[in-house]
């Protein structure tokens, strides 16, 4: 299996840990430290070495820093992680932060005692991220303090190794465009912006602008690895050459240089003594680089890594490849809500349903000759009240039963080499109460509103983030997450700079993949999502309009459960679209199913309301 329910972290190791922490704090200078979950690669999903934030707290959610004091220590997460956080820390140690409305720069501004002294390890924070600390601690008198080593490292005596997973090939005819050709467009932008070179430190970038997948995290096939991209349209890939097989290697000769890790500070030295202007991102790029370049004399020009955008428009072949991968996603999906709807309540647990979702995915893909690479995140398979936890995790210490009467919310995805996929049904065990159908069917009216939705060019997702939420803003209600975020070509499962929040101001452009989520969550009773993936299309003009409009294509193929579904709160278009997408449901779906059995199951799921 490709997913582990093993306990991970504990809140009863993080005391000892703690403890002598504080105890090398003061041979460093320091007062605090912060301890992000992200790596050196700034990562949402980072390899087991680098995951110090849940060795010294507990906390595994992907998104979360530590600021530890002598005297205090604290988890900055996001509404996505508030429940999560109590659960898996010591309150007897750590209090719970707001990472959105008061993040540790603000946090210190407010609280940091005069002259305070914070270490950083300047590979695992950003340009900006350190900017706004040292502005935030000036004004107290205090400053910040980049640590030569990190003193979690020192005293993780048992640190996994770092991972050394084998590159592979994206083929063109997936990727829809040959690395050389990404390469000189790279350069042709650096030659208008009058730049020399851009350093590359986003793992996506790097597999993008170069046709390349890796395997050194779990689920993202990423390859840990950084890319010099010069003026004159020649590049430095710097990757252990022992992730590279035979044609891997011959492949990436030809349109790059190889060097090992260790000599990019070597090269950027080298650039910078012989004045040149370097592009970097400043969102993803580690202090510890700028510092290179900075004290070496080279011009630094921070700007938007000059990969994101394009990777996020889709090529046709990405769009169709995408296509393709969902049409037997769904098929999965549709065998494993099959397989739960023949269950007794009771009679299975979270893990053996989430288990079950991988073997389905596994067996179809097989089936299909294009198989299942990995999951694109670990499952969230939630049951009643474990379904309100917003990034829950099963593990074997919460694993609890489907029980009768109640709401499950599967969360689940897949990494196919034509495509990455990510969905989410809340389905009934037995009959729900009227509470759960009014607010599912709040919740769909909102994502049916994104999936109708027509918008000019130039729109943002946060024009359309509300659109999710009014129905259920009109019930006095909301979710604690983005309605959206972006999805990569075989890659991250989350991929920006497209989204649909509050906060989402790229422009939506056609090709961009995006997932379509709105929620409901009430602790302690139960949490309902319903997530589609959607492509943005061309801008067309409507019959009787005046401005061309881009709309949605949907993507994902699953039933929606009907049993939840209260049609008197729908209005009569939504409805329709309700049973056109069954039915196209059901005629995409059927050919990959051969059960007799499952077949009519899906025809019964998918029945119209008329």
Not at 294 to 322: H, V, Y
């Amino acid at each position: 299996m490709f997913q582990s329910y093993d306990v991970t972290a504990s809140p009863e190791n993080a005391a000892p840990r703690i403890k002598v922490l504080r105890a090398v704090m003061p041979d460093l200078g320091i007062d605090g430290l912060l301890v992000p979950r992200a790596d050196e690669f700034q990562g949402e999903y980072v390899p087991a070495s680098s995951e110090r934030l849940a060795w010294i707290t507990g906390f595994t959610g992907s998104a979360g820093v530590a600021l530890i004091c002598q005297d205090q220590a604290i988890v900055f997460v996001d509404g996505r992680y508030t429940t999560q956080v109590a659960a898996q820390t010591d309150p007897a140690i750590f209090s719970a932060g707001d990472l959105i409305n008061q993040p540790p720069a603000k946090w210190l501004e407010d609280n940091a005692r005069s002259g305070f002294r914070l270490g950083l390890d300047p590979w695992l924070h950003t340009p900006d991220e350190i900017r706004k600390l040292s502005k935030a601690l000036e004004e107290k008198g205090g400053e910040v303090i980049l640590l030569k080593d990190n003193p979690i490292d020192l005293i993780w005596h048992d640190r996994p190794a770092p991972p050394n997973g084998a590159i592979s090939i994206q083929p063109s005819d997936l990727a829809g465009e040959l690395a050389t050709k990404k390469l000189a467009k790279l350069a042709a932008d650096l030659h208008e912006k009058k730049l020399d070179a851009v350093l590359i430190c986003d793992p996506s970038s790097v597999a993008w602008a170069f046709n390349i997948r890796g395997s050194d995290v779990p689920h993202t096939p990423h390859p840990l690895a950084r890319a010099i991209v010069n003026v004159d349209g020649s590049a430095e890939l710097f990757i252990d050459r022992a992730k590279l097989g035979i044609e891997e290697e011959a492949y990436l000769t030809q349109i790059a240089t190889l060097l090992p890790p260790s000599a990019l500070e070597e090269t950027l030295q080298n650039l910078a003594k012989n004045g040149a202007a370097i592009l970097i991102d400043p969102a993803i790029t580690p202090y510890a680089l700028v510092e290179e370049i900075e004290k070496n004399g080279g011009k630094l020009k921070e700007g938007n890594d000059p990969c994101a955008l394009p990777r996020a428009i889709k090529t046709k072949a990405e769009q169709e490849g995408s296509r393709r991968a969902h049409l037997q996603d769904g098929a999965a999906m549709v065998e494993f809500l099959y397989w739960l709807d023949q269950q007794a309540p009771t009679t299975i647990t979270e893990i053996e349903a989430a288990q079950k979702l991988e073997a389905c995915r596994k067996s179809v893909g097989e089936r299909a000759q294009n198989p299942l690479k990995d999951i694109s995140f670990d499952t969230i398979s939630g049951a009643g009240s474990n379904g309100a936890i917003i990034h829950y995790r099963v593990t074997t210490a919460t694993n609890r039963k489907l029980e009768p009467g109640s709401l499950y919310l599967v969360d689940s995805g897949g990494q196919y080499q034509n495509g990455t996929t990510d969905i989410t049904r809340t389905v009934a065990i037995g009959a729900v109460g009227e509470d759960e159908r009014r607010f599912f069917t709040l919740v769909l009216k909102g994502m049916i509103a994104i999936s109708m939705a027509r918008f000019p060019v130039g729109t943002r997702g946060v024009d359309l983030d509300p659109l999710a939420r009014i129905a259920l803003w009109k019930a006095g209600a909301d979710y604690g997450h983005g309605t959206g975020h972006g999805v990569g070509s075989y890659l991250s499962v989350h991929e920006g700079p497209q989204r649909i929040s509050r906060a989402a101001m790229q422009i939506l452009h056609p090709g961009m993949i995006l997932s379509n989520e709105p929620g409901y969550y009430r602790p302690g009773a139960f949490g309902i999502r319903i997530e589609n993936l959607i492509v943005v299309t061309e801008a067309e003009a409507i019959e009787g309009g005046e401005t061309a409009m881009h709309g949605f294509e949907t993507l994902t193929w699953c039933p929606i459960d009907r049993r939840l579904v209260m049609t008197e709160l729908l209005t009569r278009e939504e409805l329709q679209w309700l049973d056109s997408y069954h039915a196209q449901t059901r005629e995409n779906l059927l050919p990959f199913i051969d059960a007799p059995e499952i077949r009519a199951w899906l025809e019964s799921a998918t029945a119209s309301f008329d």
